[in-house]
Structures are given as structure tokens and as C-alpha cells.
């Protein structure tokens, strides 16, 4: 019988906190990559028993354990204030907008919810992972020789969406006539005139990768500095 009893408890734990009841909180996916400076959108939908009344509704992303301890408000903290803005309501639209960010919000996301009875409330779980990244062009090779071809790819730390058009500059001109594959410019036969600085951006948004040098040498000049070659 002794042992039987925690069983038991540990039983009636699961089902209070099973997120079946008519409470829950869904978000439009559980992981967004964005970049750097970008506005993001997280669409949320949320719903609880019939017979409540919704207090509070925020964002946070600290994982509170302690019970008594309330989960932080993302909107009173100075490094959110500015840039979080709830779009939802105090119904069933939690969606929230998070503008300009940067790699420090690379975290776990969680909508809150309080309802006029003190212990009914909840946390959806397990949130939305936000991963921010920059741009980096990556050469297969720094230094090409004229006639060879050499392929640039324009890398983000996590994949951006398939949607994602990528633009190519040479020396900050764009090269909008160029059509490649997905995020990779491809210079065929090149000569001396490619080289340059090579810098590569999404369509519509601000962000610009620094930019990498391609050089080109001339065939001629390499047997020179390499006679055995
Ligand atoms: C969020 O909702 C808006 C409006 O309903 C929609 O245009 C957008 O594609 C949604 N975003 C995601 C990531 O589902
Ligand atoms: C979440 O989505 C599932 C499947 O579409 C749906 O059954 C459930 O009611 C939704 N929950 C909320 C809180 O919107
Ligand atoms: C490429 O960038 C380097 C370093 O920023 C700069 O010194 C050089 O003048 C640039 N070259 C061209 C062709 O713009
Ligand atoms: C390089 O560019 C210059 C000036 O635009 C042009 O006169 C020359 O023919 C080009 N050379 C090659 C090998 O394309
Ligand atoms: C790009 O920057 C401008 C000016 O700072 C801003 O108004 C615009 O919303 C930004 N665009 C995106 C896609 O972030």
C-alpha cells in the first residue's frame, strides 16, 4: 500500500497537466530561422475551457520552474520593449511580432496566458525556437585561375525559407541579370575582369553579407612565378 499511493499521485499529475481539456496554445511552426534585422511574425492561436475569463497575455522565453515565481514579462524587459508587439487578443489570436532582430534573440519562445482563476493558467509549450543569423559569402576557392569556374554561395547559419531569393553584388553593383541555382552565383570561365569584392543579400530584406575578394590570375603570370609548373 505504501508504495501503491505515489503511484497513484503521479497518475492524477499526468492528467491534470495533459494538454487536452480544451487548453493549449498553437504556434504556426516550431522553429524560425530569420535574419539578422528582419521582422518576425509568429502566428499563435490559443483556447482554454468555457467559464474563463482571460487576464494576462504575454510572451516570454525563461522557463520558469518554481511555482509560486510568474514567468517574466517579454514586453517589460528594455531589451524587448521597443521591438515586441502583441497582435493577438485576450480570446483565441495570440500571434506576436518581434522587429529588428539580432542574434541575442536566438532563443526559446513561449505565449502565457492567466485567467481570473488564480491556478488555471498556462504556458504553450514547447514554444517556438528562433534562430537569427547573418550572411557569409563562401568561395570554392579564393584564388581561381582565368579559364576555371568557380562557384559562390551565399551561407546562412540555418535555412531561411525556400522562398528566399538571393541577390549577388560585385563591387556593390548588383548583378541582377544573373539567374543561378537557389543561393549560388556560378562564374564559368572566368578572366581577370571577375575578380572583385562578391557580397550576396535576400530579396526584400536589408541585410548585406561582408563581402569576400574572388582573384583571378592570369595563366601567363602563374607559370611565371611557378617556373616548374
Ligand atoms: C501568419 O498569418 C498570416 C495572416 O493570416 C499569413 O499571411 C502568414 O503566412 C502566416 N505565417 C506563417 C509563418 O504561417
Ligand atoms: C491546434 O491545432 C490542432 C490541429 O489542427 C487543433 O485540433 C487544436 O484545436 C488547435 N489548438 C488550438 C489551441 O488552436
Ligand atoms: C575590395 O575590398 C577591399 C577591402 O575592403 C578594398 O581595399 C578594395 O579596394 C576593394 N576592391 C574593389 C575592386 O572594390
Ligand atoms: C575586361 O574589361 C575591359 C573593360 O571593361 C575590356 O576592355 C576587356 O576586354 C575585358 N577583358 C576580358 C578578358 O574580358
Ligand atoms: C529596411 O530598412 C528600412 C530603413 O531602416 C526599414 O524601413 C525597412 O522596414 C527595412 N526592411 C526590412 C525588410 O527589414
Known sequence: ???LLPLIFLLKIQRVYSADNGWGVNYSSSSICALKGSTVIINCTYKYSTGHQIMKVFWTNTYVKADHEEFPDLSK???Y????QYLGDKHHDCTM???????????KYYFRFTTQI???KWLGRPGVTLDITDLQVESSGERVIEGHSVTLTCKSRCSLTDRSTFIWFKNTQSLSERTDRNNQLILQS??????????CAVQGQN????HQYLNVICKYKLNNLNPSF
Open 190 to 199: 572566368v578572366t581577370r575582369n571577375d575578380s572583385g569584392n562578391y557580397s
Open 207 to 210: 541585410l548585406t553579407s561582408p
Open 97 to 107: 511580432r518581434l522587429t529588428d532582430v539580432r542574434q541575442t534573440d536566438s532563443h
Open 1 to 3: 500500500m505504501a508504495l
Open 81 to 84: 520593449s521597443q521591438r515586441i
Open 77 to 79: 524587459d528594455s531589451k
Open 118 to 120: 488564480e491556478k488555471d
